[in-house]
C-alpha cells in the first residue's frame, strides 16, 4: 500500500494555472493510451484540494458526467462545498496526518491517491506520509500558477524509479520519496 501523486505538470512545474484551470491539459486528449487505467486500478481512496474538487464539478458534474471514482474520496478544504449525488465524497479539514490512517483503513490494501493540489501534495510529505511521485511532464510551459511541489525538498533527495515516454508527447518519471529513517 503506498500513498502516490500522480498527475500531470507542464514543463515549468505547474499542475494548473493562476486561476486553477488544468484546461490547458485537455489539448493532448484520451487517458487510455495513459499510464492511467493501470494505475487507477490499484487506488483504494482518494485526497483532494478543494480547487481539483471545485474543476471536477465544473467540467465534469455540471456538464452531466457522473463521478469518476468509485473510491471514496476525501476532500480536504477549509470552505463548505457541495457534495456530489451518489459518490463518496467525504469533506475534510485540517492535518492531513490525521485522516490518513482512515483513508488507509478504507482503501483496504490498495493505493492512496493524491490527486492534487500541490500544496496538499506538500501537506502530505511533510508529514511524511507521502511515497511516490508519478509525474507526466507535458511539453507546454505557463509560466505560473500551482506549483507541483511547493516545498524545498533537497534532504534526503527524492530517487528515481523510472522514465517512461508515452506517446510522443509525456515523460513520465516516477520518484521514491526516501522517508527520514530510510537515509
Given at each position: 500500500?503506498t ?12 499542475l494548473?494555472?493562476p486561476?486553477h484551470?488544468l484546461?490547458?491539459l485537455?489539448?493532448?486528449?484520451d487517458?487510455e ?9 490499484d ?22 458526467q ?27 479539514r ?9 483513508m ?7 493505493n ?30 505557463l509560466?505560473n ?11 534526503p ?16 518519471m516516477r520518484y ?8
Amino acid at each position: 500500500m503506498t500513498t502516490q501523486f500522480y498527475g500531470a505538470s507542464s514543463l515549468d512545474g505547474f499542475l494548473a494555472t493562476p486561476d486553477h484551470d488544468l484546461g490547458w491539459l485537455l489539448q493532448f486528449g484520451d487517458i487510455e493510451g495513459s499510464s492511467y487505467p493501470a494505475f487507477i486500478r490499484d487506488v483504494g481512496a482518494l485526497a483532494m484540494g478543494s480547487h481539483t474538487y471545485d474543476w471536477m464539478l465544473k467540467h465534469a458534474i455540471d456538464a452531466g458526467q457522473p463521478w469518476p471514482y468509485t473510491a471514496p474520496t476525501w476532500v480536504f478544504s477549509t470552505r463548505t462545498l457541495r457534495a456530489v449525488e451518489g459518490a463518496d465524497v467525504r469533506f475534510v479539514r485540517g492535518d492531513v496526518q490525521t485522516v490518513h490512517a482512515t483513508m488507509l483503513q478504507a482503501a483496504a490494501g490498495r493505493n492512496v491517491w493524491i490527486v492534487g493540489g500541490g500544496e496538499l501534495v506538500a501537506q502530505f510529505h511533510d508529514a511524511g506520509l507521502l511515497d511516490e511521485l508519478i509525474v507526466q511532464m507535458a511539453p507546454v510551459t505557463l509560466g505560473n500558477g500551482t506549483p507541483l511541489l511547493p516545498r524545498r525538498i533537497t534532504q534526503p533527495p527524492l530517487r528515481l524509479k523510472s522514465v517512461t515516454m508515452l506517446g510522443h508527447v509525456f515523460a513520465e518519471m516516477r520518484y521514491d520519496v526516501p522517508h527520514k529513517a530510510d537515509t
